[in-house]
């Protein structure tokens, strides 16, 4: 790509998150997603264009913000119900992972370095060119590997754009329906069992923060042989 056409669309990109950014501060989202009933009346607001205001939030949390999609999935879900918000979240969470995707394979290594560190790069980008399809699935599947940097990580890899489409919506969606099917109570649970659950969420939640890198490294290690 030619100098002038990588900088207008670094432009258009700086433009989309600065653009994107102030949109969220200015309507008070940053101060909404303290709680779910926060984010629930943030959303809440904008009626009767309150799901197209939550598609961009989800989308834009895999552009430009790190924004937690299983977080806002849930409340998304207390909003919508389950399957709308679920279908909200998977459209703009795959919409956003092939737009990241594409722009890395547009731009280059050079885009990748503004959004991605070295040392994330070195980590991850080598495994993803020989590994491909089976790494990034297993990859989206998990918790604790970083979605969104590996979409822009994969855009630097000869993988097809058609593949990648695959593999994202094949994979990535199903934690945001784990999420969405807790906050539509798509189930009626009774609270002793709902309080068992919270504590288990808490167990694993700590599970995952402690060990998580262990887990990631050993997974690593056995992709590098």
């Not at 984010?39 to 989800?58: G, H, K, T």
């Not at 560190?117 to 699935?137: Q, T």
């Amino acid at each position: 790509m030619k100098r002038y056409q990588w900088a207008l669309a670094l432009g258009a990109i700086l433009a989309l998150g600065a653009g994107g950014g102030l949109l969220l501060l200015r309507t008070g989202f940053f101060a909404s997603i303290g709680s779910l009933e926060q984010f629930q009346a943030y959303i809440e607001r904008f009626s009767p264009f309150s799901q197209l205001v939550y598609f961009l939030v989800q989308f834009l949390s895999v552009v430009i913000a790190p924004i937690p999609s299983n977080v806002t999935a849930l409340a998304g879900a207390l909003v919508f119900g389950m399957w709308p918000a679920f279908l909200l979240t998977a459209a703009a969470v795959v919409s956003g992972s092939v737009l990241v995707f594409c722009l890395a394979r547009t731009l280059g290594q050079s885009f990748a370095d503004k959004l991605v560190s070295r040392k994330l790069s070195e980590k991850y980008l080598d495994i993803i060119r020989r590994k491909r399809d089976v790494f990034l699935a297993l990859a989206f599947l998990f918790p604790f590997f970083p979605d969104d940097i590996l979409c822009i990580l994969a855009g630097l890899t000869d993988i097809p754009l058609r593949r990648f489409v695959v593999i994202a919506v094949l994979t990535r969606p199903w934690g945001l329906l784990a999420a969405c099917a807790l906050g539509g109570s798509v189930i009626e649970i009774p609270m002793w069992a709902m309080i068992l659950l919270g504590l288990a969420g808490v167990v694993v939640f700590l599970v995952v923060l402690k060990y998580g890198d262990r887990w990631e490294d050993a997974i690593l290690r056995r992709f590098q042989k």
